[in-house]
């Protein structure tokens, strides 16, 4: 199964290294990372998503609460979180095909940030579901480099009722 | 509430009226060791770290003890804190210096214990060069620390001390490594500056270490306490680190439940209470290992079901509904899933039950016959070994060895079927007397062991048990107990064989022996073949400086016992036993203690 895991921490010398090795020390996959700093100074917010099954995680997340840099460790999907995703794709593009390409960008709201005459940068954000779903609109065109950020997210303040 | 102070919590930490003008960062590293309140440090000097051992010359304040190789120092440390439950400081230079402590890291780590392991680095402009003995030692240790620091900054080096050493001692103690720049420790801190970096507070905000149980938790415990019939107590290492045995004695005395420890948690219940079904796990006792398989109810204090102790963890206690108390939240579950989860201190929760037990009038429960089943059990199948054997069998010297010290001795040990022989046959009736590398298992453990347990309790007789393989591995030390004046006895159970590989050997590989004969192959030193006996550890002995003697006849062993003890200096006594002896009981791996083998199977 997969979980989205959100880790406080204190902007510590090495704390990267102790977070991301506690979770291949214990078999884990990390499948997405990211790292970026938060609005009290000091403190870093930690998003990683990875597979494996629940009761590896919780003692995963245990030991996370265990490092002396951690402050908080939430799985976020014991609730309901909002979840973002930025890539940035290259896409191969001609006279004919470029039009076209333009188009799926409106769709879904995609940026075009880099115009050359044989390929367009293009930056797009959204839930995971929503970046594959472009990505394999715009893949028979010919993506030539894709960067991506990884999920970054956080907790609803108030539950939805679905 | 009051609470005990615990062990190097300084009291006034930033008050310092005769602080210098200026100081070296190496002063003011060692300076800030005082104020931890370090008496002893064990370290072995380098280019990357002398500038702190003449810190240490100047100042003048801290014993430091050179040991012979990097490790040594390490285990030293432990030994120290193993029996002081004070944070210990051992010291190497970087590169090899600091590989050679990775062990005593690890098996801090493995043990719970408050270790401070400093690691001198190469200056800044030359980390991440290759550099003459240069490793990345902060990044090399990261799995097997509770905290570590890569210290570039002279202004940090009073508040991580400070940190560190806070950090080693509370809530499940660890190992700390405090890897330390060169050029920091050269450089000079002044005036004002000074004065911020010594009164700088700890700043570690998402360190909580002290959870304590809720009474609501403590009262379900007690219910389940009320209404048991087959319970067991089942006490761990935490026991001994919480310094929680006082208050295990009074719960398990008000509830009148059988009381069985692991390695670990011996000593944490006197071995000689009418209670005490000794240690249990793969080697332990027969009655201790029957009764929590066929428990209902048992309750883990301090403990983290380990695999020598569980065996196969579905055959673990199969019926029992399992409480578990212990300070570190991902121990629970991680091995056993456990009905009663409680994340406490253990010294806490056992006296608050006991207190909720006497406010809320507890009766204990009357479980008569589950008392007869498993004291009968006790009775019928105490720790034995074979009483006509012509030799000196291991079992036998550390039975005298017990009688001679009326049991009063710290023992330390390798690692082996002689760690085991020295568990069963010395019975430990205090904490901290039984001390031993029991997860990481690390051979030549004993000797420099030994020698940081007799620096901390010179009063005390220490005595290494060693098997001949385990005491090899750090034999240097025997150097350091001659030049240190630390007057450690070794009582060497010579059997020329790796004898607990050989055991296995016996029984799972139909005895080919796979490099595990020490001696000489076609001409094995034994009772019977002194003359082959390898090596000559009275030689050695001689070329240390040690005083030694070699006992191989039963009729001597008291006497020879008695010479070691009565010895003032340091003294080797070398044992010969056979090496056909097996460490029985066995509970193989895989199986559930229902299996347990009581006698060596008949070769």
Redesign the interface.
């Known amino acids: 199964m997969r979980h989205t895991i959100s880790v406080l921490?204190?902007n510590k010398?090495?704390v990267l290294?102790?977070v991301a090795?506690m979770f291949s020390?214990r078999g884990f996959n990390i499948d997405t990372l990211n790292v970026g700093p938060t609005h009290s100074e000091g403190y870093s917010r930690i998003t990683a998503t990875v597979k494996g099954d629940t009761?590896q995680l919780?003692?995963c997340i245990?030991?996370l609460?265990?490092?002396?840099?951690?402050?908080e460790v939430e799985d976020l999907d014991q609730g309901q979180f909002v979840a973002r995703e930025l890539v940035l794709v290259k896409v191969e593009v001609n006279k004919e095909s470029r039009p076209e390409v333009v188009q799926i960008c409106e769709i879904f709201r995609a940026n075009i940030v880099d115009v050359a005459h044989e390929a367009l940068i293009i930056e797009m954000t959204g839930n995971q579901n929503k970046i594959a779903a472009f990505l394999e609109m715009v893949k028979p065109f010919g993506i030539q480099r894709m960067a991506r950020t990884g999920t970054t997210a956080l907790p609803r303040t108030h539950k939805i009722e679905l | 509430m009051k609470t005990e102070t615990l062990p190097n919590t300084p009291t006034n930490v930033t008050q310092s009226p005769d602080l210098p003008a200026a100081m070296k960062g190496a002063d003011l590293l060692v300076r800030s060791l005082e104020r931890e309140g370090v008496e002893v440090i064990f370290a072995y000097p380098g280019g990357a770290s002398m500038e702190i051992h003449q810190s240490l010359v100047r100042a003048g304040n801290i014993r430091t003890i050179l040991p012979r190789f990097e490790q040594g120092c390490g285990f030293m440390a432990h030994g120290y804190a193993r029996t002081t439950g004070k944070a210990s400081v051992c010291m190497a230079t970087s590169g090899p210096g600091a590989t050679n402590l990775v062990t005593c890291i690890a098996d801090a780590q493995m043990d719970s214990v408050p270790l401070i392991a400093i690691t001198g680095q190469v200056k800044q402009e030359f980390i991440g060069k290759s550099a003459f003995q240069e490793t990345d030692v902060?990044?090399m240790t990261?799995?097997i620390v509770?905290?570590?620091?890569?210290v570039l900054d002279i202004n940090d080096v009073p508040r991580i001390v400070k940190e560190a050493f806070h950090?080693a001692t509370t809530g499940r103690p660890g190992p700390v490594v405090i890897d330390i720049a060169k050029d920091v420790q050269q450089e000079i801190l002044k005036g004002d500056a000074l004065k911020k970096a010594w009164e700088a507070e700890m700043d570690?905000?998402?360190?909580n270490p002290n959870p304590r149980a809720n009474d609501e938790e403590l009262i379900a415990i007690l219910d389940e306490c009320a209404k048991a019939d087959r319970p067991v107590i089942y006490a761990g290492g935490g026991i001994i680190t919480g310094n929680a045995h006082k208050e295990l004695l009074e719960f398990a005395e008000i509830t009148g439940f059988p009381v069985t420890t692991t390695l670990m948690g011996l000593g944490g219940f006197p071995e000689n209470h009418p209670q005490s079904l000794r240690w249990f796990g793969m080697h332990g006792c027969v009655a201790g290992n029957w009764a929590v398989c066929e428990s209902s109810l048992l309750l883990t204090f301090g403990a983290r079901f380990d695999d020598r102790i569980t065996g196969a963890i579905a055959k673990f206690a199969p019926d029992a509904t399992v409480v578990h108390i212990d300070i570190?939240?991902?121990e629970?579950?991680?091995n056993k899933v456990v009905q009663y989860p409680v994340h406490s201190d253990i010294k806490y929760a056992l006296k608050r039950l006991t207190e909720l037990a006497r406010e809320r009038g507890f009766k204990a429960p009357s479980i008569d016959p589950w008392k007869e089943k498993v004291y009968g059990w006790h009775t019928e199948h105490p720790f034995q070994y074979d009483q006509d054997c012509p030799h000196i069998q291991p079992q036998r010297a550390i039975q005298t060895l017990f009688e001679e010290t009326k049991g009063e001795a710290i023992i330390t040990t390798g690692v082996g079927q002689h760690q085991m022989w020295a568990a069963q046959f010395y019975q430990f009736h205090q904490p901290r007397s039984y001390v031993s590398s029991l997860g990481l298992g690390t051979m030549g453990f004993g000797l420099p062991a030994a020698l940081g347990c007799k620096v901390a309790h010179p009063e005390r007789q220490v005595i290494d048990i060693d098997g001949d393989g385990s005491f090899m591995m750090n034999v240097q030390e025997l150097a350091t107990a001659v030049m240190e004046k630390i007057p450690v006895k070794v009582m060497l159970l010579n059997n020329q064989h790796l004898g607990m590989v050989v055991q296995w050997e016996d029984i799972l590989y139909e005895g080919i022996r796979g490099q595990t004969v020490l001696g000489h192959p076609e001409n094995i030193g034994s009772p019977d073949n002194l003359d082959a006996l390898y090596p000559d550890w009275g030689k050695i002995c001689d070329g240390f400086g040690v005083k030694s003697r070699r006992v191989w006849k039963q009729e001597d062993l008291r006497e020879a016992v008695r010479e070691m003890l009565d010895h003032d200096g340091p003294f080797l006594l070398d044992v010969v036993v056979p090496y056909t002896e097996h460490v029985m009981p066995f509970i193989p791996a895989g199986a559930s203690a229902r299996d347990i083998l009581i006698k060596t199977p008949s070769k």
């Open positions: 921490v204190e010398f090495g290294a102790r090795g020390g009761q919780d003692q245990k030991q609460h265990k490092l002396v840099d951690v402050l | 902060f990044g990261l799995p509770k905290h570590s620091y890569l950090i570690i905000p998402g360190y570190d939240k991902s629970h579950h991680k």
